[in-house]
């Protein structure tokens, strides 16, 4: 099982709740018509998105009081799913965790350690001789040859935080 989003807070009185997604697949929620929410599978009546956050409809959910109960909570669903869904130039968070990164000229460049977003766009935190930095997953900078991520060392050198 994989983790594909967090449940922030209930939404409204009947029972909906806000979510932050945690998938860059997001198709999946188009499709999407059952998840493990804690240790219960759960019914999806309606899934939105907007302005970020997930907006959901679970059928045993009725009431903002319901809703409360499964604040914190993660929603996942069988990794294969995602795996269909993601494109053939994608990677799933889990993939790239443990990844080795190398340049174009087959240096390393660092282990992939963690995955972080603030919005603007996935931030790689890789791991080098003890000592971590933070990379935006940006086209120009990374490419994927053979289904493996290489870096162009100048490209890299311009976007690291």
Known sequence: MIEIAKIVKPQGIKGEVK??????????????????????????EHISF?????????????????AENYRNLSLKIEKSLLEEMKEDDEFLVD????????????ELVGQIIDVLNYGA??????????????VPYVDEVFNIVDGVLVADSEKLLEVLI
């Open 50 to 66: 907007r302005q970020g956050f997930l907006y959901i409809k679970f059928k045993d959910i009725n009431s903002r009081n319901d």
């Open 121 to 134: 766009s996935d931030i790689l935190v890789l791991e080098k001789d003890e000592h971590t930095y933070e």
């Open 95 to 106: 993939d790239l965790i443990g990844m080795i990164i190398y340049n174009e000229k087959g």
């Open 19 to 44: 979510a932050l997604p945690s998938t860059n697949v997001v198709g999946i929620f188009d499709v999407l018509t059952e998840c493990l929410v804690g240790n219960k599978v759960m019914q999806i």
